[in-house]
């Protein structure tokens, strides 16, 4: 028979290399037993709703009369909507033009850009324009935009952190470019050294690699550590030596749990530089209503500023970006919301107020419960989560188990977190899916399910490690790093 | 003149997209992008540049203190994607950008021009132009959006009693009935379960859930198919001329090839089977292995609508030569006139008896387009059948990356598929507001159809769908060359005028892509029906003076 277009030998390589842990084999195992009725604790994806953390109710109510303006009309609407959700319905639909059934500008809508421009200047105290600021559905979109337009084959490099969120390592493979990892240092609460940059860098240089762009993650995913002022003006200036672009994803900067450690962005830090830095890196900062208090996942919402982007590159972006048409309509409302929030003295501010603390508190709790726990376990060690919603123990396998898992066809840490999943129904991703050093294994759980179900959680997760220690240590010592 | 043309190698291989539709009709106050960069002349450039930056940031760093940047700007336009600037954009060129100009202008000094509002003709963005969206589908996605308020009495009083129904179904389709939370990357499955429903009782075959991918609008399911299919520029996909430029700019985009094919419009933009075979053996005598044909039925631009046998002979062929058949139906139900009626591909192949071995296809199908209009929820879905697990793990694993698409427009577009029914509380006001807005829409193309064809040198095929008309014109010798003189296309050269003396924006043909020699230019239908009055007759008014101006 004639080879046919779609078949599997003809696909387009790129998508073949393409891997995603955090929705590979362990979450269709999970997703598998669920269907069979067993209980799945999915603590694999950021996904805060579906643990059962509550919408905060304002944004909710102005989405709402955004969808059905002639609600707007009717004399009863005050029934059931604050004045303030109403008034601030209207203003959104006001910067629409025809509603969230429209196309928007490719970018976004100009007044919802606006906010986030005025929200920058207030979190940075630098100003922002809002003709750099591109609205997406979601982060990831934004950072696949941004990676395609740098990526022009396999020369190009990119350094992500390792262990990084894998939608970067997924969207250099699909786009044919070279991941240039560099390493995180566990035992420094997984600091990030420069010198080990300019290692990556050189090595790549002798491969025959451009480095072309650095990724970094802050506050952590999966590691949870908040990068310090020092540490970001190092890295700004790296790139600067380098001539990087850097990516900064910040969708995690409401999600802080210490006060020792602040979030604060890379375009303060760089601004705070001066020239030649604060005018010469090329920096795009990624943000999301995904995160948060927010939590808003379902919505697919985000944006992405650009610094220092020459304005023709602007223009190519613009571009690549209207092919899409333009981000959905709600989620930019809910990110006009999200960076212009309830002021005090609205009639809904204290509302507001309540929720979001109380989302935040608990993690912060819930934070400190999880890395308690997992440094209760055997062979189980974990560095507290900053920041961020995750959690990334490093799980200590001794060599028997390595070898049982190897027998089974199995990464080690799949193997372990297979096993987790069939005793526990605690469902989490593998270290080997964010990559890790050789050797070394850890699980990443996020930090979201309910704060009552924690201990349970917990005590069930060291119930099945210490017994798999138990099971497979010969107390001859085990694998470290 | 068009086999000399089509028939050259560099037609066929280039990859140079053309993206125009885009509605880029909000304030802009970036610069125009003019330079449109070919492979030779900007390689040159792009050097010369290189080196006079470099030499500009070795004399600045010799007064600063820090070390010096030793690597070229790493996202300037001489290193980013090439991929990325083949893409040709006329939509920032000069007709929006002069639509926006004249706008600003109109704003700061209204009555200054010869017209008091711009008409943007140039997009598929129904509400932007004033079309209501269907009442029940909003008060649903209200209610999911906001589900606190489904228990309270007071409920009763602002939604239909249907709508409430809905919503509680909806939420109780989706896990945790959490509407902020990500769903399964294909979509929610309660929703999939829906749609498949839809699909089945519009086609009398069966679906499967589990063959369909929920996405941010059809555009992200092309792409994604596009990623799976094309490895290099050896791989080709046989588009028609005139196309819409998502497909130009996605190939282009994911480094293919595009194989044309030319729709005949002498006859009414017929898709011949002949042309297809004639431009797959010229394109795979090139090397180019062709992997899937793009079928827009009814087309955009050109409006035409299938019919049942012209479809199963492209099903036949797409079968004999393994081809993948991309079939973009999202406007199914924008079919406005009697004699016609939409037949989806899958019901076509099905009834021919073709299943799952036989054919690999793809639907597209959007929120954006019908009566409901609804582009800004981004909603949509493509149903994939034919392919292989192995390759159904691939679109998963793609589409996974992205986590899902947005809840809002999964909902509608499972309202889309499975509308109210007869006996529902709503089913009167739908199926009303459902009616006004098709039958309306099929007077306002009939209308400008019309009105076209009494144009002097103008000739317009019906709008037997979708939303566009797409008028050939023949442009006088002297207009051509005046166009020539101005440095632009003559097609361009027209739709300049015609916005600077009526405000309407319509998008030149060159940007579908036309038989060379020919002109044409694409017109929404979308205008509000109290407005067509005046756009014909200023329409009118100006392509008289035009040709009195240049006629030979």
Known sequence: MAPKGLDYELLNENVKKVQYAVRGELYLRASELQKEGKKIIFTNVGNPHALGQKPLTFPRQVVALCQAPFLLDDPNVGLMFPADAIARAKHYLSLTSGGLGAYSDSRGIPGVRQEVADFLLRRDGYPSDPELIFLTDGASKGVMQILSTIIRGPSDGILVPVPQYPLYSAAISLFGGTLVPYYLEETANWGLDVNDLRNAVSQAKSKGITVKAMVIINPGNPTGQCLSEANLSEILRFCYQEGLVLLGDEVYQQNIYQDERPFISSKKVLMDMGPPYSKEVQLVSFHTVSKGYWGECGQRGGYFEMTNIPPKTVDEIYKVASISLSPNVPAQIFMGLMVNPLKPGDISYEQFIRESKGVLESLRRRARIMTDGFNSCRNVVCNFTEGAMYSFPQIRLPPKAIEAAKSAGKVADVFYCLKLLEATGISTVPGSGFGQKEGVFHLRTTILPAEEDMPAIMESFKKFNDEFMEQYEDHKGYSRM | ?552
Not at chain 2, 1 to 10: H, L, N, P
Not at chain 2, 94 to 116: H, M, N, T, W, Y
Request: with cysteine.
């Open chain 2, 1 to 552: 003149m068009r086999r000399s043309v089509i028939g050259g190698a560099k037609r066929t291989t280039t990859t140079t997209c053309l993206f125009l539709l885009n509605h880029a009709h909000h304030r802009s106050l970036l610069p125009p992008l003019h330079h449109r960069l070919d492979s030779s002349s900007s390689s040159s450039s792009a050097t010369a540049l290189l080196l006079l930056l470099r030499r500009l940031s070795s004399s600045s760093s010799s007064a600063s203190s820090p070390s010096p940047p030793n690597m070229p700007n790493p996202v300037s336009v001489q290193s980013i994607n090439p991929k990325v600037l083949k893409c040709e954009y006329a939509v920032r060129g000069e007709i929006v950008i002069l639509a926006q100009r004249l706008q600003e202008e109109l704003k700061a000094k209204p009555g200054s021009l010869p017209f008091d509002e711009i008409l943007y003709c140039n997009i598929g963005n129904p509400q932007s132009l004033g079309q209501l969206p269907i009442t029940f589908f909003r008060e649903v996605l209200a209610l999911c959006d906001h589900p606190a308020i489904l228990d309270k009495a007071e409920a009763q009083g602002l939604f239909s009693a249907d709508s409430i129904k809905r919503a509680w179904q909806i939420l109780d389709q989706i896990p945790g009935r959490a509407t902020g939370a990500y769903s399964h990357s294909q979509g929610i499955k309660g929703l999939r379960d829906t749609i498949a429903a839809g699909i089945e009782a519009r086609d009398g075959f069966p679906a499967n859930p589990n063959d369909l991918f929920l996405t941010d609008g059809a555009s992200p399911a092309v792409h994604m198919m596009m990623q799976l299919l094309i490895g290099s520029e050896k791989d080709g996909l046989l588009c028609p001329i005139p196309q819409y430029p998502l497909y130009s700019a996605s190939i282009a985009l994911h480094g293919g090839s595009l194989v044309p094919y030319y729709l005949d419009e002498e006859t009414g933009w017929g898709l011949e089977v002949s042309e297809l075979k004639k431009q797959l053996k010229e394109a795979r005598s090139k090397g180019i292995t062709v992997k899937a044909l793009v079928v827009i039925n009814p087309g955009n631009p050109t409006g035409q609508v299938l019919a049942e046998e012209n479809q199963r002979a492209i099903v036949e062929f797409c079968k004999q030569e393994g081809l993948v058949l991309l079939a973009d139906e999202v406007y199914q139900e924008n079919v406005y006139v009697p004699e016609k009626k939409f037949h989806s591909f899958k019901k076509v192949a099905r009834s021919m008896g073709y299943g799952d071995n036989d054919l690999c296809l793809v639907s597209f199908q959007s929120v954006s387009k019908g009566y409901h209009g609804e582009c800004g929820k981004r909603g949509g879905y493509m149903e994939v059948t034919g392919f292989s697990p192995e390759v159904r793990e691939q679109i998963y694993k793609l589409a996974s990356v992205n986590l899902c698409s947005n809840i809002s427009g999964q909902i509608l577009a499972s309202l889309v598929m499975s509308p109210p029914k007869v006996g529902d509380e709503s089913y009167e006001s739908y199926s009303a507001e459902k009616d006004g807005i098709l039958k309306s829409l099929a007077r306002r193309a009939k209308t400008l159809e019309d009105a076209f064809k009494s144009l002097e040198g103008i000739t317009c095929n019906k709008a037997e769908g979708a939303m566009y008309l797409f008028p050939r014109i023949k442009l006088p010798e002297k207009a051509i060359k005046a166009a020539e003189a101005a440095k632009t296309a003559p097609d361009l050269f027209y739709c300049r005028r015609l916005l600077n003396a009526t405000g309407v924006v319509v998008v030149p043909g060159s940007g579908f892509g036309q038989v060379p020699g020919t002109w044409h230019f694409r017109c929404t239908i979308l205008p509000q029906e109290d407005k067509i009055p005046a756009i014909v007759s200023r329409l009118t008014a100006f392509h008289k003076s035009f040709m009195d101006e240049y006629r030979n």
